[in-house]
């Protein structure tokens, strides 16, 4: 017999990064019990570790917000890639049934190849175009391997915890770029990680399982998220649209790879938060 789970603790693995922040001050904020390892805390790729780990706190929830995000060093170091995104999913999903837990895992919008022209639904099929997208595939089969498992596909974030793309549209700014060149071939759904963290913990309490996609509303191109940043930010920096042709990069990426939430709003009840909403927040917290 497995031990009982204590209710009422949840385990964020990756802590340190910009979702793990978000979602331990959530659920801090609930008056949950929480145990938020840093990767210096806990490495997921140890077997042994994760094992001990999740034995000594026997978590209900285990938040798998550890992760090899480097998009475009993925492509060059696939090995690395998959050892954290998929193989550690499966000491986490082994873990978690170990001790009876939910296992939540992130998952990515580059699942996918970008070939449709529709929100991509939970079920569509997948074919990720990128190392990194392969090795996210990876832990989302691993996580299935959890008796109880929930994976929440999510994009484009954004969140004072980390870097990212607002971040990079400030400094270009602020280093005087004018005009800014931005993709505008490329669509999808800007995401806060506030937001993000509150729609997990709703689909925990909505007892959520299988693959739901979050994301913030609405759609936009990465010229449209970027004119938004600066006209938020209060610059008058002209933002020029260019294709992604004009921007090779080492790792492809999905050319449309818009969430569909339908799912999600029929398991909660709520409706995704602005992604322009999430901007000004933001904004207003770093300065
Ligand atoms: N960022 C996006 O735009 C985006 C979009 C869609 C989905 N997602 C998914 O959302 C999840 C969270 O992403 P995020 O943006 O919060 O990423 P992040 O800021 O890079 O956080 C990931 C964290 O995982 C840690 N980590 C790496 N290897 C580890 C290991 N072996 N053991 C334990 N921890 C380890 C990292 O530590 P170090 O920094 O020390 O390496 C980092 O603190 C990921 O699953 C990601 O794939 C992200």
């Known amino acids: 017999m497995p031990p009982a789970p204590s209710p ?21 904020a609930r008056g949950e019990r929480v145990v938020a390892l840093r990767r210096d805390e806990l490495d997921v790729t140890n077997a042994r570790c994760v094992e001990q780990c999740v034995t000594e706190h026997t978590p209900a929830v285990i938040l798998n917000c550890a992760a090899y995000t480097k998009v475009d060093q993925a492509e060059t170091d696939e090995s690395a890639a998959n050892a954290i995104n998929g193989s550690a999913v499966e000491l986490l999903a082994h873990a978690a049934n170990e001790v009876g837990a939910l296992l939540v895992h992130l998952s990515t919008d580059f699942v996918f190849d970008g070939s449709k022209r529709t929100p991509y639904e939970p079920a569509d099929t997948t074919r990720p175009l990128s190392a990194y997208g ?7 089969i691993a996580a299935t391997h959890a008796e109880r498992h929930l994976i929440v596909r999510t994009s484009w974030l954004f969140g004072v915890h980390g870097p990212n793309f607002v971040e ?26 506030p937001h993000l963290a509150q729609a997990i913990v709703r689909l925990v309490d909505a007892n959520a399982r299988g693959v739901v996609h979050y994301a913030d509303a ?48 029929q398991l909660t009840g709520a409706t995704p938060e602005s992604w322009r909403a999430g901007l000004r927040e933001y904004l207003s917290l770093r300065a």
Request: charged residues 25%; contains cysteine; proline residues 6%.
């Open 218 to 265: 609405d759609e936009c191109s990465w010229f449209d998220f970027a004119s938004a940043i600066a006209e938020e930010a209060g610059s008058d920096v002209t933002v020029k649209p260019v294709t992604s042709d004009e921007f090779p990069r080492p790792a492809v990426r999905p050319a449309y790879s818009v969430l569909s939430t339908r799912r999600y709003e």
């Open 8 to 28: 009422s603790t949840w385990l964020i693995t990756g802590a340190g990064g910009m979702v793990g922040h978000d979602l331990r001050a959530t659920l801090d």
């Open 134 to 140: 392969r090795s996210k595939l990876l832990g989302e």
């Open 168 to 193: 990079a549209i400030r400094n270009q700014i602020r280093k005087g770029t004018n005009p800014l060149r931005v993709v505008s071939d490329q669509r999808g759904r800007p995401t806060y990680t």
